[in-house]
């Protein structure tokens, strides 16, 4: 586990822009549930993709005319319960961190695995959000 100090400007990088911070599995639950709209939740990480690509890729994407309902996040290992109940609900896909997931209506219409973060820049993360926000938010 991750020192508090270590991980706090992380987390605050999305929640400064309006991401939820999620610490607990009942708080993922009941976002998630929530069948209202629409949902982007990101798998934060320490590593250097999600410092270079990934919350520059995410905060860029919100620059866009339709946006998500609710963003939330959820830091892996860190908040390691929440992030194992987020997961649950990412199925089929496997373990990434970090990851993005997009639901509607409580069902997961969009991820985006590691492997589309480490090797992307944060201006091909946010093109690939704002093609799914506009399909589906």
């Known amino acids: 586990m991750y020192p508090p100090e270590l ?3 992380m987390k605050d990088d999305l929640t400064q822009v309006g991401f939820s911070d999620l610490v ?3 708080a993922v639950d009941e976002i998630i549930e929530n069948k209202n709209g629409t949902l982007l939740m990101v798998v934060n990480s320490v590593c250097g993709c999600a410092a270079g690509n990934m919350r520059p890729g995410v905060k860029l994407s919100l620059q866009n005319a339709k946006t998500p309902t609710q963003l939330a996040t959820v830091f892996a290992g860190f908040d390691t319960e929440a992030v ?15 990851s993005i997931a997009l639901f509607k209506d409580g069902k997961l ?6 492997h589309h973060i480490e090797g992307g820049t944060a201006q091909m993360i946010a093109d690939n959000l704002q093609t799914a926000y506009e399909e589906f938010c």
């Not at 194992?84 to 990434?96: E, G, M, V």
């Not at 219409?109 to 590691?114: I, N, P």
């Open 84 to 98: 194992a109940q987020a997961r649950k609900y990412f199925l089929p896909y496997p373990p990434s961190s970090p």
């Open 24 to 26: 607990t599995p009942s």
């Open 7 to 9: 991980v706090k400007p």
């Open 109 to 114: 219409v969009h991820f985006l695995e590691r």
